[in-house]
């Protein structure tokens, strides 16, 4: 069973940069493509990123496109989404999960961790 933990949120300004991290357990994480996802107070939860089991296919949503970045270290068995030029729009619960393929459909998941709050005030 694999287990996924996400560390790295807390509170920020904006314009500011947060580094997430997404530890794997048990199974090897290189046998999964790894998505983050987020939700914000009173939205729905959105894909904010995800990465391919070997890192060759990425792909951002448009409103982080240029400001995240998402890889991977399969030998940490850690996926990492480095935020920049954080907005108060950025505020939500940060998930990361696991699937098969990326990009990632939520009937695809089959692992989900327990998230991380980021929170971007001034």
């Known amino acids: 069973q694999l287990q996924l933990v996400e560390s790295g949120g807390g509170l920020v300004q904006p314009g500011g940069s947060l580094r997430l991290s997404c530890a794997a357990s048990?199974?090897?994480?290189?046998?999964?493509?790894i998505g983050w996802f987020r939700q914000a107070p009173g939205k729905e939860r959105e894909g904010v990123s995800c990465?391919?089991?070997?890192?060759?296919?990425?792909q951002y949503t448009a409103s982080v496109k240029g400001r995240f970045t998402i890889s991977r270290d399969n030998a940490e068995n850690t996926v990492y989404l480095q935020m920049a030029s954080l907005k108060p729009g950025d505020t939500a619960v940060y998930y990361c999960?696991?699937?098969?393929?990326?990009?990632?459909?939520?009937?695809?998941?089959?692992?989900w961790g327990k998230g991380t709050l980021v929170t971007v005030s001034s």
């Open positions: 990465i391919s089991r070997d890192g060759s296919n990425i």
């Open positions: 048990g199974f090897g994480l290189e046998r999964y493509a």
């Open positions: 999960a696991a699937a098969s393929t990326c990009p990632i459909g939520y009937n695809d998941i089959e692992h």
